[in-house]
């Protein structure tokens, strides 16, 4: 046998001392029309919210198509958190390390105008690691301990610089002066404090990241996204869009899913302008680099770069981006869907009005249709007869029925016990957050614990 | 280093003391109103004006006599508590109880408006010509409170930690007013009435409670502990500005956040926890970080605990 | 007249046209130096309105439309000045010039937005209002405090001008009546008008076309409800973070601009809290929410603060008689309680701005009709 649709094991929903629901199964058949009844305060919407993601169950288990509603723990997950461990990591290493001071041993220590790439390198290697390094101020070069607290020798050529750092090295390696002792200790608590203050940034950052995604694990989005749709007793539409923008809110994330599929090459083409940024910027540096004397041509370069690389953003842009012809075109395809869909519900006489000026029965009606926009597998809704009228409440159980003709399953609350019997396939019963009863509509009619919750039990007898 | 330890813990003390009485008018409001007062802070700081006012209506100094300055001191308490409370409700009667419907964005966009009014108010009070205002002259430059306590050692001439009767007097009326108010919140008609009123403004209405009443009082109990904690604040720092509400002010809400925004005792703790890592942050990272250490910390709790250390996460009704 | 208005496309195109050609006959100008003795320059005046509305534009992205309360926005114009100036200033070897910094400032303000946003967008509204304020603060004191980087309290100067091809250099120094004479700088002014303009326009057609996507309905959809709109499929998070990322690049784009039009990244106090209102001040007077109300509010305050307040000034040192140095004698020091009463009386009055988009507009209106 295969799993049903929605599987719903031992779901407990409390708030505080509250128990709002207490280990309620519930099982949905694909295809089905099931229902969930039950006095006011039973906990029927907060299932329904536990299922939706708004509340965290406080246990038990939601399970669509033998899945769990929750967001798997997968192995890349611990790559991301490490990859923010990282960057956090990164920010309370340079913190520690003090990225002023490595600025001016990197930066500053040499000509702006005769700067060499790889002596920077060279000089940030030494600067993170706390050894001595030299620095260019008022054409000298000073040999200094890392922190510029000790300074080794004062020379006039970077020749002479050389040996002198490579002497400081030495003596630090082996002090023998208690100056040198206690220079080499300070660099030594340095790198200590670095190295704490890294792995510190690196641990908070993974433990912040999986804060994070615990507390999303299952969310109101993750669930739309798996294909569950609900609509709100309260009703709760988007008030001052049209009714057909209302629907086009909706179906975005299938929208989104197709622009997907029919684009392969997204990253490429997202990646391109960065890659093109990089390359202004190393040419405008190779340029500077080659001539020194033709700063006149540099301009040029650049603009021309810099035109080539505004092209490929707007390319990319027009490509690809939410204005592009391509969205155009889904646009068009998503509003004549929408379109489609409200003619579907009976509302498509309505399409420019502002959703607030709908009356309450079209407002119901709206609020599925959005709903069913989203092209969900599994549909939820929330007393849809209340505030209807009796003719109504017919066209309603038609509309209900022709949902599941479409292929989509629709698990209801309802109130309205001639929607209920007339159009359900299973019923469930729940009263003061516990499953009494569940079966045919039939089989609840005669359940004498179902006639008990609703008419109370007779003191007299 | 016991004793560096030690001083630290007590500046944090009472600097966290200070955090927290601010935090408490931060915290009332919101935990009723669910909107962020941002002129609190320079209501704040307009007490402190009062308060240097007096002393200089007065003419308190250090060499006053000490029955003068008990006097005294009682005296700019009290005026400057009512006048933080007074100023605190007129605010919300003629500025924000208008807008109590209006989308959520409206009260606290004319909070930012109120807050910059109050804070221009301040610079023009700062020239006034007084003798304690330097004159009048500079009118945004900080103004010297008088020293009024003895700078004593209570610990004795020879100990490493320096311990004065204006740290004792912080730490003391402070405890003593965050107990006068809890007693309040929690026995009082008026105090169940509050707490009422932030479960569920609505139902409070429907059992007969004054909303408006609460919000009222709310209003006035932040606003004079404010008013207090400004004379406190200019005793201990000894300098009073026009920013200084701003400055507090931005601390002071960090705390209430930390603590769990609405959450009475949590602003306590957000105010101590705040004092405290500023005082040891300012030790051993170096006082120019400050603020970025305790921005730092602010997006750490609110990452782990999104509600607060105490705060319980808002559960929304659908 | 409105049918001919409607056929080049309406009062954008009809303003664009008139401040694309003012620069080279400025007859307001001409007309004021000619009744008063004193030049004015409205063209300087404007390339100043022009870079402040691309920040309220900015600001404008991330709380008009995403509705995030953001009250740090300077933060992330000090970064795409502070960026500016780094690349750009003789003292360090990167030197990339003006075109290389107007691509590099963005995407150095949209990795602090997204920095900043990553973390905390998730969060209660309100909190966001606090992280932003305590983010803002904390960049002015980095700034600051990285003396060897940012030269601290003095900022880093002289940010160069934008390179040019010089017939389009010397294109520019002209009038109606041909070069204009004397000042040679006239070429780099024009040239800031001019790319700030382009700018600008280019921003609002691109923020005016991604209203309508659905991104824009988006937008609306969170702002209205955000737990319904996540019902639908729609991610509040990763929206909030691409307006708050986008914000950010916008606002450091307008920093690269402000920097050069100074020549100076300025000392980091200017980018301070009272700043970022300012900024906001501008999208509340004119209408949160609507671009065009947004261009109306950075017009209207930069306005005030350049040409009514020195006005008033003036007025109330002759009231005074002659020259008082107190404190309230000087209007620039009233400018707070302007912008702290404006806050207060346009949310009272007309919450929805001068100008706003008639979709905000319906917005706060319904909320006053339930409420009634």
Not at chain 1, 319 to 344: P, T
Not at chain 3, 91 to 110: D, H, M, R, S, T
Not at chain 3, 347 to 361: F, I, N, T, Y
Request: hydrophobic share 50%; net charge neutral.
């Amino acid at each position: 046998m295969t799993a049903p649709l929605l599987q719903v094991d031992k779901l407990t929903l409390r708030f505080g001392g509250l128990t709002a629901v207490s280990e309620v199964d519930l099982r949905v058949e694909e295809g089905q029309i099931a229902a969930v009844i039950g006095p006011n305060g039973a906990g029927k919407t907060s299932l329904f919210n536990a299922i939706t993601g708004i509340y965290e169950p406080t246990s038990g288990e939601v399970r669509l198509d033998g899945q769990d509603l929750q967001e798997p723990m997968l192995p890349r997950l611990l790559l991301r958190w490490a990859l923010v461990g990282l960057g956090v990591g990164l920010i309370g290493l340079m913190t520690a390390a003090n990225v002023d001071s490595l600025w001016a041993a990197v930066v500053k220590a040499q000509d702006p105008n005769d700067f060499s790439v790889a002596h920077a390198l060279h000089d940030a290697g030494a600067y993170m690691a706390a050894q001595p390094r030299v620095d260019l101020r008022m054409a000298k070069y000073f040999v200094t301990s890392f922190d510029g607290q000790t300074t080794f020798a004062v020379v006039k050529t970077p020749e002479l610089a050389a040996t002198a750092l490579a002497d400081a090295q030495k003596r630090l390696e082996n002090p023998q002066s208690d100056d040198d002792r206690a220079t080499a200790g300070r660099a030594l608590a340095a790198l200590r404090v670095r190295a704490g203050a890294f792995l510190a940034g690196l641990l908070l950052g993974f433990l912040a990241a999986r804060a994070v995604w615990q507390r999303t694990r299952r969310t109101p989005t993750s669930v739309a996204l798996r294909g569950v749709a609900r609509t709100f007793q309260n009703i709760r539409l988007f008030h001052n869009m049209t009714v057909v923008e209302n629907v086009l809110v909706a179906s975005d994330r299938h929208l989104r899913a197709q622009a997907k599929l029919s684009d392969p090459g997204r990253l490429t083409a997202f990646l391109a302008p960065g890659g093109l940024l990089a390359l202004t910027v190393a040419l405008a540096f190779a340029v500077r680099k080659a001539a020194p004397d033709a700063a006149e041509a540099l301009p040029d370069v650049v603009l021309g770069a810099l035109l080539l690389g505004l092209l490929a953003w707007l390319v990319v842009i027009v490509r690809r981006g939410a204005f592009s012809s391509a969205s155009l075109d889904q646009e068009r395809v998503a509003r004549s869907d929408a379109i489609e869909l409200l003619k579907f519900v009976g509302l498509e006489h309505r399409l420019r009005d502002l959703a607030r000026n709908l009356p309450y029965g079209e407002q119901r009606r709206l609020e599925i249709a959005r709903a069913l926009a989203t092209r969900p597998r599994l549909l939820l809704l929330d007393e849809p007869a209340a505030g209807m009228n009796p003719s109504e409440t017919v066209s309603l159980m038609h509309l209900i029925r022709a949902i599941r003709d479409r292929g989509m399953t629709v698990l209801l609350i309802e109130h309205h016990m001639r929607v209920v019997m007339g159009i359900s396939d299973r019923i469930t019963v729940l009263v003061h957050g516990k499953r009494i009863a569940e079966g045919t509509p039939d089989e609840i009619r005669q359940n004498p614990a179902v006639i008990e919750a609703y008419l109370g039990v007779d003191e007299e007898q | 280093m016991l004793d560096t330890v030690l001083q630290q813990l007590l500046i944090g003390l009472t600097n966290g003391m200070v955090f927290a009485l601010v935090a408490l008018g931060y915290t009332m409001v919101y935990g009723i109103l669910e909107f962020i007062n941002f002129a609190h802070g320079d209501v704040f700081m307009l007490s402190a004006f009062v308060a240097l006012t007096l002393c200089g209506a007065l003419g308190l100094t250090e060499q006053s006599s000490a029955g003068a300055l008990i006097g005294g001191l009682l005296l700019c308490i009290a005026a400057s508590s009512v006048f933080g409370g007074l100023l605190n409700l007129a605010i919300d009667r003629v500025v924000y109880k208008p807008l109590r419907k209006a989308p959520k964005l409206a009260p606290l966009v004319s909070a930012i408006g109120v807050s910059f009014i109050l804070q221009n108010v301040g610079l023009f009070w700062g020239g006034m010509s007084m003798k304690v205002f330097g004159g009048g002259g500079q009118a945004a430059a900080p103004k010297a409170f008088p020293n009024l306590l003895p700078a004593t050692n209570l610990l004795g001439a020879t100990s490493h930690v320096t311990l004065q009767p204006k740290d004792v007097l912080v730490i003391g009326a402070s405890l003593f007013v965050m107990v006068g108010l809890y007693g309040i919140v929690q026995f009082t008609k008026l105090g169940k009435a509050m707490r009422a009123t932030a479960q569920d403004p609505s139902a409070a209405r429907l059992m007969g409670i004054d909303v408006d009443q609460v919000v009222a009082a709310t209003f006035l109990i932040g606003g004079a502990l404010a008013g207090f904690a400004s004379v406190i604040y200019s005793l201990y720092i000894n300098t009073v500005h026009y920013q200084m509400g701003y400055q507090n002010g931005l601390y002071a809400f960090t705390a209430a956040v930390v603590g769990g925004i609405g959450n009475i005792p949590g602003a306590v703790l957000g105010g101590l926890l705040l004092g405290l890592v500023r005082a040891f942050s300012d030790q051993f990272i170096g006082a120019q970080w400050q603020p970025a250490v305790l921005f730092g910390i602010l997006i750490v709790i609110l990452v782990f605990r999104p509600a607060g250390l105490l705060g319980s996460t808002a559960r929304e009704k659908v | 007249m409105a049918a001919l208005l409607k056929k080049i496309g309406g009062l954008p195109v009809l303003a664009l046209v008139l401040l694309a050609v003012y620069p080279f006959a400025p007859v307001l100008d001409w007309g004021l130096e000619a009744a008063t003795g004193q030049a004015l320059h409205i063209d300087r005046q404007l390339v100043n309105i022009f870079i402040f509305s691309l920040l309220a534009l900015a600001l404008n992205l991330q709380v008009g439309q995403a509705g995030l309360l953001q009250l740090g926005i300077a933060a992330f114009f000090a970064i795409g000045a502070f960026t500016t100036g780094v690349l750009t200033v003789e003292k360090y070897p990167f030197q990339i010039g003006f075109w290389g910094a107007l691509l590099v400032a963005p995407l150095a303000g949209a990795l602090g937005g997204f920095l900043l946003g990553a973390p905390t967008l998730r969060l209660r509204g309100d909190y966001l209002a606090i992280v932003t304020l305590g983010f803002g603060e904390v960049m002015r004191i980095v700034l600051l405090n990285l003396e060897n980087i940012t030269d601290g309290p003095r900022g880093l100067n002289p940010v160069p001008p934008p390179w040019l091809p010089t017939p389009i250099r010397d294109g520019l120094s002209t009038n109606v009546f041909g070069a204009v004479a004397g000042d040679a700088s006239v070429g780099t002014l024009r040239a800031m008008y001019f790319l700030a303009l382009i700018v600008l326009a280019a921003t609002v057609v691109c923020l005016n076309l991604l209203e309508k996507s659905r991104i824009g309905r988006a937008f609306v959809a969170l702002r209205e409800d955000e737990l319904a709109a996540s019902c639908m499929g729609i991610e509040p998070a990763r929206i909030k973070l691409a307006a708050f990322t986008g914000g950010a690049a916008l606002a450091g784009l307008a920093g690269c601009f402000y920097a050069t039009n100074l020549t100076t990244t300025a000392e980091p106090n200017t980018y301070d809290f009272n700043y970022s209102i300012m900024v906001l001040c501008c999208l509340i007077i004119g209408g949160l929410g609507s671009l065009r109300g947004a261009l109306l509010g950075a017009g209207l305050l930069l306005g005030f603060d350049n040409v009514i307040s020195p006005l008033l000034t003036r007025l109330l040192q002759t009231a005074l008689g002659g020259e008082s140095t107190h404190v309230m004698a000087s209007f620039s020091n009233w400018r707070w309680i302007v912008f702290g009463t404006a806050l207060v009386v346009m949310m009272r009055l007309r919450p929805e701005g001068l100008w706003p988009s008639s979709r905000v507009a319906e917005e706060l209106h319904e909320t006053q009709e339930e409420s009634a």
